[in-house]
């Protein structure tokens, strides 16, 4: 009987300290691709969750994304959203409001933000937000996407925070190597400056010392007036031609334009904003951007 009474006493505190076997997996939501892939190596492995994107990985980023009745629908049922903030989730509001209870995780905390430059002549009357949200494109900067993943994680699943913290040490290690090795590589190129698509890529040209010498749309999906290509074309003859970088994700008039009026020549960078989700996708996206960068950068 005594020892009857041990078992159950045991069974309960075990409960209690909610460290007892999970009878239903954890819904954790990311909101969209490149957090996806950083949380699933955090996440590699740990019991008793289950983690999902709230949006397709074909989206790309959300910009001026509107939520769905789906999406809705996934969140009422979740207990964690992993957002890549720095304004990218311009929703957020929306769902905190409707969802107080949901613990809202925050990838930019302690990320040095580079502020949005505001248009002044107003072509643009979308609102983009203080600061660029694109924070993912440095490595450095996922390391510390990383590490705010593995804070909160641990603290929503204290049970599992020994797994939750090996893995992010084990993947800021893949992270901080191949940090060393675009560094390495991209320093002694004898060009630096760059033409991108949009507003992607000021992260990554700050870690390594690249100059963005124009930008050919704010937004993707945002229409170039003639004014602003205009303008593009005369910064790119004035910095000498430097290589345009389309993206994968999207096509683009307006940069071919550039490249016809220019004689410009045109690679390809991806932002890693779609993918199949593999857990080296971050890695495998950055060597082959690196590949791309030689290239257009070594002559």
Same mark, same amino acid.
């Given at each position: 009987?005594?020892?009857?009474?041990?078992? $159950?006493?045991?069974?309960?505190?075990?409960?209690?300290?909610?460290?007892? /076997?999970?009878?239903?997996?954890?819904?954790?939501? #990311?909101?969209?691709?490149?957090?996806?892939?950083?949380?699933? =190596? +955090? $996440?590699?492995?740990?019991?008793?969750?289950?983690? %999902?994107?709230?949006?397709?990985?074909?989206?790309?980023?959300?910009?001026?994304?509107?939520?769905?009745?789906?999406?809705?629908?996934?969140?009422?049922?979740?207990? !964690?959203?992993?957002?890549?903030?720095?304004?990218?989730? #311009?929703?957020?509001?929306?769902?905190?409001?409707?969802?107080?209870?949901?613990?809202?995780?925050?990838?930019?905390?302690?990320?040095?933000?580079?502020?949005?430059?505001?248009?002044?002549?107003?072509?643009?009357?979308?609102?983009?937000?203080?600061?660029?949200?694109?924070?993912?494109?440095?490595?450095?900067? #996922?390391?510390?996407?990383?590490?705010?993943?593995?804070?909160?994680? %641990?603290?929503? $699943?204290?049970?599992?925070? &020994?797994?939750?913290?090996?893995?992010?040490?084990?993947?800021?290690?893949?992270?901080? !190597?191949?940090?060393?090795?675009?560094?390495?590589?991209?320093?002694?190129?004898?060009?630096? &400056?760059?033409?991108?698509?949009?507003?992607?890529?000021?992260?990554?040209?700050?870690?390594?010392?690249?100059?963005?010498?124009?930008?050919?749309?704010?937004?993707?999906?945002?229409?170039?007036?003639?004014?602003?290509?205009?303008?593009?074309?005369?910064?790119?003859?004035? /910095?000498?031609?430097?290589?345009?970088? %389309?993206?994968?994700?999207?096509? %683009?008039?307006?940069?071919?334009?550039?490249?016809?009026?220019?004689? !410009?020549?045109?690679?390809?960078?991806?932002?890693?904003?779609?993918?199949?989700?593999?857990?080296?996708?971050?890695?495998?996206?950055?060597?082959? =951007?690196?590949? +791309?960068?030689?290239?257009?950068?070594?002559?």
């Amino acid at each position: 009987m005594k020892k009857c009474f041990g078992l $159950l006493l045991a069974l309960l505190l075990l409960s209690l300290s909610g460290c007892g /076997a999970v009878a239903e997996d954890i819904s954790v939501m #990311a909101t969209f691709y490149p957090v996806y892939v950083l949380a699933e =190596n +955090v $996440l590699d492995g740990v019991e008793g969750v289950t983690l %999902s994107s709230m949006t397709p990985p074909s989206t790309g980023c959300l910009h001026d994304y509107q939520l769905l009745t789906s999406d809705m629908r996934a969140l009422a049922k979740a207990q !964690a959203l992993l957002i890549n903030g720095a304004g990218m989730e #311009a929703f957020l509001p929306d769902v905190t409001g409707q969802f107080p209870g949901l613990t809202v995780i925050d990838c930019s905390m302690g990320v040095e933000l580079i502020a949005e430059e505001e248009d002044g002549e107003g072509d643009h009357d979308h609102d983009h937000g203080e600061f660029n949200a694109h924070i993912w494109l440095a490595p450095e900067n #996922a390391i510390q996407m990383v590490k705010n993943l593995r804070d909160g994680l %641990s603290a929503l $699943l204290p049970c599992q925070a &020994e797994r939750i913290a090996a893995n992010a040490e084990a993947y800021i290690e893949r992270l901080t !190597a191949l940090d060393a090795e675009l560094r390495a590589a991209i320093e002694p190129l004898p060009r630096k &400056e760059i033409v991108t698509f949009h507003e992607a890529f000021p992260y990554f040209a700050r870690a390594y010392g690249l100059e963005v010498k124009a930008v050919v749309a704010l937004e993707p999906d945002e229409p170039v007036s003639p004014r602003m290509l205009k303008e593009v074309i005369q910064k790119v003859r004035a /910095a000498g031609n430097p290589p345009l970088f %389309s993206e994968p994700q999207y096509e %683009s008039a307006a940069l071919r334009t550039v490249a016809q009026e220019t004689g !410009a020549p045109v690679y390809e960078l991806d932002p890693l904003v779609t993918g199949d989700g593999a857990k080296t996708a971050y890695e495998d996206v950055m060597r082959k =951007n690196l590949q +791309v960068l030689l290239e257009a950068l070594g002559n």
